[in-house]
């Protein structure tokens, strides 16, 4: 049997399943196809951000620094608790709780806006007079989509290290990183990337010993080189992480229970004995199986379909977005992807625009930031002017007794226009949502120093951070 719609979109993550949402909302018959299994093989929309991604890290990090502060923290605030004890399993079911929650959300949302849900891998089979032909595996047979316009929105799979094959036992991923039912007494992870800080966030808390060999000899090069520097000293110094830089795994041997991990550093051979490795280099796009060939679609040098700005294939009717195309891998910059196509289909004008897309890493403290950093600047020769405050200097940060970090902003010397923002500290995941609003509209420093910030609040820092930019912050 065939069915024919105006859009089909191939997978159901935070890309696909909002373009489809979107395409509804505007009048399109709409089908998505999603091939996703959760661990007791049931289909489960939201793609890896919702089943073994941004939710299930973000709930596991939230339950793990509240052991943290169980353990260590409430006394200082007064609260006497006794003997603090970790239900790791809980932990997990909670998480879990979390993701069937938001993944039957998606279902939901499908069935209100008339989306047709098809599980199964979907792969292009060339053109017809219906459109474009998308083929269904499914247990026990096969369906048949015709689509007008086409949306691919086939994500990112982990990045494979030859040297650390992952079987989510010894060596993991994600999925396996965010499902170990027991602390390992030593964990490993290659990788100081976003994924590898996170989830060593979680584990240390948790109580491993938590080393992590990152083969550059830089820590996180994208971020402001003062916000790195001073994230690597707290994370190293104050929450316990071991982090090796210009690290470069050459062999991983697997005893019976243990793992033996040989690398090669400035000082030469070394090995890292732990119990448990996760892999976490970085993510490749996926487009296995897809059959682009038979619709005229290809893929750049690094396996990403390729698309222009408006994330038109070379084919017309065909789009692609997320993490399987250029650009950031974020849940955020993928869902306004799918959004801007679907508008595009319906005849609108709409687009992304990457300047303004806001990068979290969820360690504690946090790391944001939008827009330019310092060396960026340095690096193009503009002038600029940088006003830091310090969370220290925060009442509000105080009474939540997180007082590390600041808030940077960099605005042109000349106009004074913000051009970026940089914030190490407590809910900087939230407070970067003020900077990024100030890009949109091409604030200056000057129009932030005169907005009211409530007190107390963890904003007031940006507020005199856009102060000390001309130098008269009142608080410091
Ligand atoms: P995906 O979410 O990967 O979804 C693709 C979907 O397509 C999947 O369901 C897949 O099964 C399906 N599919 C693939 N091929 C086919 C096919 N042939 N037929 C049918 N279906 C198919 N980003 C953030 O912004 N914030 C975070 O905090 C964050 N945390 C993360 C934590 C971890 C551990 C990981 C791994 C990633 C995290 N990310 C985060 C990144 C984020 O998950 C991705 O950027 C986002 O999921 C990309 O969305 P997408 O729709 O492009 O692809
Ligand atoms: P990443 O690119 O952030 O980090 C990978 C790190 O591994 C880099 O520092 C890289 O230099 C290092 N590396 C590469 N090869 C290596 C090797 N052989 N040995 C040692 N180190 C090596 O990638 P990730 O952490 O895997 O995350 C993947 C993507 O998922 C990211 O692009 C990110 O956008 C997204 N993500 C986002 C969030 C968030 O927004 N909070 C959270 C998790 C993941």
């Given at each position: 049997?065939?069915q024919?719609?105006?859009?089909?979109?191939?997978?159901?993550?935070?890309?696909?399943y909002?373009?489809?949402i979107r395409?509804?909302?505007?009048?399109?018959?709409?089908?998505c196809?999603?091939?996703?299994?959760?661990?007791?093989?049931?289909?489960?929309?939201g793609?890896?951000?919702?089943?073994?991604?941004?939710?299930?890290?973000?709930?596991?990090?939230?339950?793990?620094?509240?052991?943290?502060?169980?353990?260590?923290?409430?006394?200082?605030?007064?609260?006497?608790?006794?003997?603090?004890?970790?239900?790791?399993?809980?932990?997990?079911?909670?998480?879990?709780?979390?993701?069937?929650q938001?993944?039957?959300?998606?279902?939901?949302?499908?069935k209100?806006?008339?989306?047709?849900?098809f599980?199964?891998?979907?792969?292009?089979?060339?053109?017809?007079?219906?459109g474009?032909?998308?083929?269904?595996?499914?247990?026990?047979?096969?369906?048949?989509?015709?689509?007008?316009?086409?949306?691919?929105?086939?994500?990112?799979?982990?990045?494979?290290?030859?040297?650390?094959?992952?079987?989510?036992?010894?060596?993991?991923?994600?999925?396996?990183?965010?499902?170990?039912?027991?602390v390992?007494?030593?964990?490993?992870i290659?990788?100081?990337?976003v994924?590898?800080?996170e989830?060593?966030?979680?584990?240390?808390r948790?109580?491993?010993?938590?080393?992590?060999?990152?083969?550059?000899?830089?820590?996180?090069?994208?971020?402001?080189?003062?916000?790195?520097?001073?994230?690597?000293?707290?994370?190293?110094?104050?929450k316990?992480?071991?982090?090796?830089?210009?690290?470069?795994v050459?062999?991983?041997?697997?005893k019976?229970?243990?793992?033996?991990?040989?690398?090669?550093?400035?000082?030469?051979?070394q090995?890292?004995?732990?119990?448990?490795l996760?892999?976490?280099v970085?993510?490749?796009?996926?487009?296995?199986?897809?059959?682009?060939?038979?619709?005229?679609?290809?893929?750049?040098?690094?396996?990403?379909i390729?698309?222009?700005?408006?994330?038109?294939?070379?084919?017309?009717g065909?789009w692609?977005?997320?993490?399987?195309?250029?650009?950031p891998?974020?849940?955020h910059?993928?869902?306004?992807?799918?959004?801007?196509v679907?508008?595009q289909?319906?005849?609108?004008?709409?687009?992304?625009?990457?300047?303004?897309i806001?990068?979290?890493?969820?360690?504690?403290?946090?790391?944001?930031?939008?827009?330019?950093?310092?060396?960026?600047?340095?690096a193009?020769?503009i002038?600029?002017?940088?006003?830091?405050?310090?969370?220290?200097?925060?009442?509000?940060?105080?009474?939540?007794?997180?007082?590390?970090?600041?808030?940077?902003?960099?605005?042109?010397?000349?106009t004074?226009?913000?051009?970026?923002?940089?914030?190490?500290?407590?809910?900087?995941?939230?407070?970067i949502t003020?900077?990024v609003?100030a890009?949109?509209?091409?604030?200056?420093?000057?129009?932030?120093?005169r907005?009211?910030?409530?007190?107390?609040?963890?904003?007031?820092?940006?507020?005199?951070?856009?102060?000390?930019?001309?130098?008269?912050?009142?608080?410091?």
């Open positions: 049997m065939t024919q719609f105006d859009v089909v979109v191939i997978g159901g993550g935070p890309g696909g909002i373009a489809a395409a509804a909302q505007l009048g399109s018959s709409v089908a196809v999603d091939a996703w299994t959760d661990a007791n093989n049931k289909p489960s929309l793609g890896t951000c919702l089943n073994v991604g941004c939710i299930p890290s973000k709930a596991m990090l939230e339950s793990s620094e509240n052991y943290e502060r169980a353990l260590h923290h409430f006394a200082e605030h007064g609260v006497r608790i006794g003997q603090v004890s970790l239900d790791l399993k809980q932990m997990l079911a909670r998480k879990d709780k979390i993701v069937d938001l993944t039957g959300g998606v279902a939901y949302l499908f209100k806006n008339k989306v047709a849900s599980h199964g891998q979907g792969s292009l089979a060339g053109h017809t007079d219906a474009f032909k998308v083929v269904i595996k499914q247990t026990g047979g096969e369906t048949i989509l015709h689509g007008r316009h086409i949306i691919i929105a086939t994500g990112s799979v982990v990045r494979p290290l030859p040297a650390a094959p992952v079987d989510n036992h010894l060596i993991l991923d994600n999925v396996g990183a965010l499902a170990m039912t027991e390992p007494k030593r964990l490993g290659i990788g100081a990337g994924i590898g800080l989830m060593g966030s979680v584990w240390k948790l109580g491993s010993e938590v080393t992590i060999l990152e083969a550059l000899p830089a820590f996180l090069p994208p971020v402001d080189d003062q916000l790195s520097k001073e994230a690597f000293r707290i994370l190293t110094k104050d316990g992480l071991a982090i090796h830089l210009g690290a470069k050459t062999k991983v041997e697997r019976a229970k243990a793992l033996k991990v040989h690398y090669t550093d400035a000082k030469g051979q090995i890292l004995e732990v119990d448990r996760m892999v976490a970085g993510r490749a796009p996926n487009t296995e199986g897809l059959n682009l060939g038979s619709v005229g679609v290809n893929v750049e040098a690094h396996g990403f390729e698309v222009d700005d408006h994330c038109r294939t070379a084919t017309p065909i692609a977005v997320g993490d399987v195309v250029r650009g891998m974020l849940a910059k993928a869902e306004e992807e799918g959004v801007a679907a508008e289909i319906a005849g609108q004008q709409s687009h992304v625009d990457f300047s303004t806001p990068w979290v890493i969820y360690t504690a403290p946090e790391i944001a930031w939008v827009g330019q950093t310092e060396q960026q600047l340095k193009q020769g002038e600029y002017r940088s006003g830091s405050y310090p969370f220290a200097a925060n009442g509000r940060a105080k009474s939540l007794g997180e007082t590390r970090g600041f808030v940077k902003i960099l605005a042109c010397k000349r004074d226009r913000i051009l970026g923002v940089h914030i190490l500290g407590p809910f900087a995941s939230e407070l003020e900077a609003v890009l949109e509209f091409r604030a200056s420093s000057e129009d932030i120093a907005i009211v910030h409530a007190h107390p609040a963890l904003s007031e820092a940006f507020h005199e951070a856009a102060l000390a930019v001309d130098g008269r912050a009142l608080n410091m």
